[in-house]
């Protein structure tokens, strides 16, 4: 992508300077609105698109990870890039584990790792996005392959790259998991049994779990988890639908792992 938009969250005028100076002077067409407070940048967020969030977690009115899950929120499908200070790697792997593309110490910010950070953020957040979408596991995972020469850039840690890797393998895998409830809601809404092209998709999500190396504890968590969303959703008279609708899917997933 040689052209996007950035939104810049900092507070800090001569830092904000330096920044949009170094991405707006880049081969790239990069065009940065700035704001210096979470309550602007929430209300640029629902008027208009970025493809890059910049945002320094301590802010005036935002303090922390608090700032990156109030960003999420508004914005999930955009790459996020967090300002850290120089000591503090562990705050920048915990948010990407809860969904930004990169981090970096403002103390090493300079103007070719800023434009490269930029660059592999939107790619990143590109092919998540195809991935998380993506009708195939196979084609999921194809899209991991491409992932690689972005997650394996020397710009990151090791323990960057495996949350990221392992971030990235589970939203796959809650989204294929999720498509395979309602899938069963409808069966069982219309009296249907399980078709064999959902069985199919019963070994794939098998595959999956295997091949990302979920255990039964954190695959029942995030079982729970994902009822607990859908049941915000729905109707008190529809809750009994969902929860036999999601005990006939994990009943399905068990006897497979049992076959196999």
Do not use: W
């Not at 794939?204 to 091949?211: A, S």
């Amino acid at each position: 992508m040689n052209k996007y938009s950035v939104l810049l969250i900092e507070d800090c005028p001569d830092f904000t300077y330096v920044v949009k100076r170094y991405l707006e002077q880049s081969r790239y067409s990069i065009i940065v609105t700035s704001v210096e407070t979470l309550r602007e940048a929430q209300n640029m967020l629902q008027s208009a698109a970025y493809e890059l969030i910049i945002l320094d977690l301590n802010l005036s009115d935002s303090y922390g990870i608090d700032s990156l899950n109030s960003v999420l929120k508004l914005s999930p499908n955009t790459a996020v890039v967090v300002l850290t200070g120089l000591e503090e790697e562990d705050v920048g792997i915990e948010a990407i584990q809860l969904g930004a593309q990169d981090f970096i110490a403002k103390d090493n910010l300079n103007e070719f790792n800023i434009r490269r950070i930029a660059k592999y953020a939107v790619e990143r957040q590109k092919l998540k996005n195809q991935a998380s979408h993506s009708s195939s596991p196979k084609q999921a995972f194809k899209t991991f392959l491409d992932l690689e020469k972005y997650v394996g850039n020397p710009n990151y840690s090791n323990e960057t790259n495996h949350a990221y890797k392992k971030f990235i393998e589970a939203s796959v895998l809650e989204s294929k998991y999720s498509e395979l409830i309602d899938k069963s809601i409808d069966n069982i809404t219309n009296y249907r049994e399980f078709s064999s092209e959902m069985e199919e998709e019963v070994k794939d999500i098998t595959r999956l779990i295997k091949e990302t190396g979920v255990d039964s504890n954190q695959f029942v968590q995030m079982h729970q988890n994902m009822i607990k969303k859908k049941l915000q959703n729905i109707e008190d008279s529809e809750a009994i639908i969902l929860q036999s609708a999601s005990s006939v899917a994990l009943l399905k997933l068990a006897s497979s792992f049992l076959e196999n």
